[in-house]
Every structure is written in structure tokens, then in C-alpha cells.
């Protein structure tokens, strides 16, 4: 697709040479690009995002599984988050997303793994879909006791892991790695679709996703966010309050 009839184009920065510049297919505000995104910023990798049609049931699909992110970095095309991140690692490989340590990439890896498989699947997506996909797109009633459900027999276990796992700034390290790119992507849309972290109950985490959200790269994925936040009416002011007990912390 010709570049300048893509739903969005968004340059990162300056523009290098065109064949420098990959292209994203996915939604700013899909858990899963914002990963690739993320990742990009970091390893300051031009990009322009495309999204495809919206709303998500009729999607032009731009990859086999017909899932998002997809990738296409000059002829090569790449499917899947995380192997577009760890393409990414490779291509860039500084600052890099994974520790050198075979026990902390081990780590990292795991975190991934847990945020798709565990956090996205059981919480995040279903609450997505009973909160939003359902009542403002579908126009079909949300699973009220599904949502209880989540709240009370699945999300604990999950959130509960997490604060146990959670020692310091990062879930690995003391950088931020493809673990905390993962992980605090699924509760950004969390946050946005109207749900708060319990801090009295999971402080650390609190605390944790607070750090995440405000370094550089993930705080400027966050900003180029803003205008699909509004458009699709969700709620980003935990950002503002993260900002502001910051503030008031420092
Ligand atoms: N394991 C895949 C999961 C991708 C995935 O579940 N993507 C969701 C969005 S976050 C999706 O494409 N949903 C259907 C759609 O948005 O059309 C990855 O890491 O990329």
C-alpha cells in the first residue's frame, strides 16, 4: 500500500532514507503493537504505523494469522509481537530488550510469555472485549458476570504473582526489557478502559507500571496514543495522576 493512503502514516522523528523506515501494521492501542512500538522508540528505528480498517471484526487482515502487529521491513514481512520485537532486537541490537545473562533473558522471555498468555487472555482481552468491543461496537449487552467473574477468581492469582515478582524499578534488571514493554502494555489498556490497579493491595505493582509508563520510549509511545484515546472516548487520566504523584514525589 502506497504510503500516503494508509489509514495513518506516523513518522518517528526525522526521516532517514525511505528503506530505513519499517512499516507497522497494527492499532496504537492494541497491546500487542504498542510491544513493537515501544520497542522501536527505544531502539530509535523509524517507523510509520498503518492501521488497518476499523472497527476490529472487519479488519483488512495484513498477516497470516490474521492478528496484529504485522511487520515489513523493506521485502521482509514478520507476523507476531514478540517476533517482531526480538527482529528488532537483532536488527538494533542497542539499547537492547534483553539481558545478556542467560538467567535474566530467561526471565524476560517468561514475563512475555505470561503477559500474552495468562494476562492478556484471561484479563485483558475479555475485559476489553465485555467493555468495549461488546456494548460500543457490537451493541450487544457486556457479560456483567463474566466481568465480576474476572475480578474475583482471576485477576487476584495474576496481579497477586506479579506484586510477589516485583523488586525494584524493573521486572528484570535495571533497564527496561522486553518483560516490562509486555507486561505494562496489557495494563495501560487495563487503565484505559476504565480499570485502576488497586495500589493498597498491589503496591508494588502500582508503583511499577508508574515507572514503566514514564520512561522515555513507553512515555512517548504513550503520547503519539493520545488522539486515538480520545477518539475512541477511553480513559488516560491515570496518566495525569501518575504525573502528578510523581511531581509531588520527586
Ligand atoms: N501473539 C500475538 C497476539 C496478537 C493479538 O492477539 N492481537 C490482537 C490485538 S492486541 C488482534 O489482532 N486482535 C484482532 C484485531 O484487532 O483485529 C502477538 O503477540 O502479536
Avoid at 513493537?36 to 530509535?44: E, Q, S, Y
Avoid at 504485522?70 to 538494533?92: G, M, R
Wanted: net charge neutral; with cysteine.
Amino acid at each position: 500500500m502506497p504510503v500516503r493512503d494508509a489509514a495513518c502514516l506516523m513518522a518517528n522523528r526525522r526521516i532517514r532514507k525511505e528503506e530505513d523506515v519499517i512499516t507497522i501494521h497494527g492499532d496504537p492501542l492494541s497491546v500487542h503493537t504498542r510491544k513493537v512500538i515501544v520497542t522501536a522508540i527505544l531502539k530509535d528505528i523509524d517507523y510509520q504505523l498503518v492501521i488497518p480498517d476499523r472497527p476490529p471484526p472487519s479488519r483488512r487482515k495484513p498477516s497470516p494469522d490474521e492478528l496484529i502487529p504485522a511487520l515489513q521491513d523493506n521485502d521482509f514481512a514478520l507476523t507476531d509481537s514478540t517476533a517482531i520485537c526480538l527482529y528488532l532486537e537483532n536488527k538494533q541490537p542497542s539499547p537492547t530488550i534483553l539481558p545478556g545473562d542467560i538467567s535474566a533473558c530467561g526471565r524476560a522471555l517468561w514475563f512475555n510469555a505470561y503477559a500474552d498468555g495468562t494476562l492478556f487472555r484471561n484479563v485483558v482481552q475479555p475485559l476489553f472485549y465485555q467493555t468495549i468491543v461488546a456494548p460500543k461496537i457490537r451493541r450487544v449487552p457486556s457479560d456483567i458476570k463474566l466481568i465480576d467473574q474476572i475480578f474475583k477468581e482471576v485477576q487476584p492469582s495474576i496481579f497477586g504473582y506479579l506484586e510477589s515478582q516485583i523488586d525494584g524499578q524493573f521486572l528484570v534488571g535495571d533497564a527496561m526489557t522486553l518483560a516490562d514493554i509486555a507486561i505494562a502494555s496489557n495494563f495501560i489498556v487495563y487503565q484505559y478502559i476504565g480499570y485502576n490497579v488497586d495500589v493498597a493491595r498491589y503496591p508494588k505493582l502500582g508503583k511499577y507500571l508508574r515507572g514503566v509508563a514514564e520512561n522515555e520510549a513507553f512515555g512517548k509511545a504513550l503520547d503519539n496514543e493520545k488522539p486515538f484515546v480520545a477518539t475512541m472516548g477511553l480513559d488516560r487520566s491515570f496518566l495525569d495522576r501518575f504525573s502528578f504523584i510523581h511531581q509531588f514525589a520527586a
